[in-house]
């Protein structure tokens, strides 16, 4: 299993451009989750999936942030316009049902927003 | 809702000693779970240990050990003989469990620890 893939390592991108980060759950598994890690807030949870249906998306920041499910092998998470403030590592982790399953999570994208 | 309090941003031990990383969280839930998870200068995320809420013992993994305290809501991570290998960005996490089998995880803002050679 080669784990949950994220897209891309690194992104640099100016104000005002769109962003978009993507990822690939571990097959089998029913729910994925969006994070954003900074200095000051630690792992923020953004939103989460399960089946393919957003459950919470009460994490968001702002309307210019949108995820999107579309099919329980891809997710993606768009940033437009871009701001400063968004540069963080995001981070995408995906979880069976099964009652002790653990959280597995991507190698994380650094986005820098200049 | 949950929160997840990790009051110490960093720590320092000397290899070979001992050290202790708290953690506190809030819930109104009676059955949940709780985990660390350490993150390397790589920034993969390392489970490390897990307690199911329900269990009174406490959990051991090797070198780390979990002091956890249902009624005081605190999640406290012990590293015994801490190895250079050690240092690292600590997380505590909370998940929910629900019978309608959705749930979500709630991270702490992390402890950076640093370990003296």
């Known amino acids: 299993d080669a784990g949950v893939i994220q897209s891309p390592r690194h992104e640099v991108t100016e104000m005002g451009q769109e962003v978009t980060l993507r990822c690939k759950p571990i097959s089998g598994h029913n729910s994925l989750f969006w994070y954003r890690q900074t200095m000051m807030r630690g792992l923020e949870l953004l939103i989460y999936f399960n089946n393919n249906v957003p459950i919470d998306d009460s994490g968001m920041p702002e309307d210019r942030f949108s995820a999107k499910m579309p099919n329980a092998s891809f997710s993606t998470l768009k940033i437009q316009p871009s701001e400063p403030r968004d540069s963080a590592v995001y981070f995408c982790?995906?979880?069976?049902?099964?009652?002790?399953?653990?959280?597995?999570f991507g190698s994380g994208t650094q986005l820098s927003v200049l | 809702a949950q929160t997840v309090t990790q009051s110490q941003p960093e720590m320092s031990v000397q290899e070979a000693e001992t050290v202790t990383l708290s953690c506190t969280y809030d819930?109104?839930?009676?059955?949940?779970?709780l985990f660390w998870y350490k993150q390397p200068p790589s920034r993969q995320m390392i489970l490390v240990i897990r307690q199911e809420a329900y269990k009174q013992q406490n959990a051991t993994e090797n070198r780390f050990s979990v002091n956890f305290q249902k009624a005081a809501k605190s999640f406290s991570l012990k590293i015994s003989d801490s190895q250079l290998g050690d240092a690292a960005m600590y997380f505590c996490?909370?998940?929910?469990?629900?019978?309608?089998?959705?749930?979500?995880?709630?991270f702490g803002t992390g402890t950076r620890l640093k370990v003296l050679a």
């Open positions: 982790a995906s979880g069976g049902d099964r009652g002790r399953e653990k959280l597995f």
């Open positions: 996490a909370y998940r929910s469990r629900r019978p309608s089998g959705t749930y979500k995880y709630i």
């Open positions: 819930t109104s839930e009676s059955d949940y779970y």
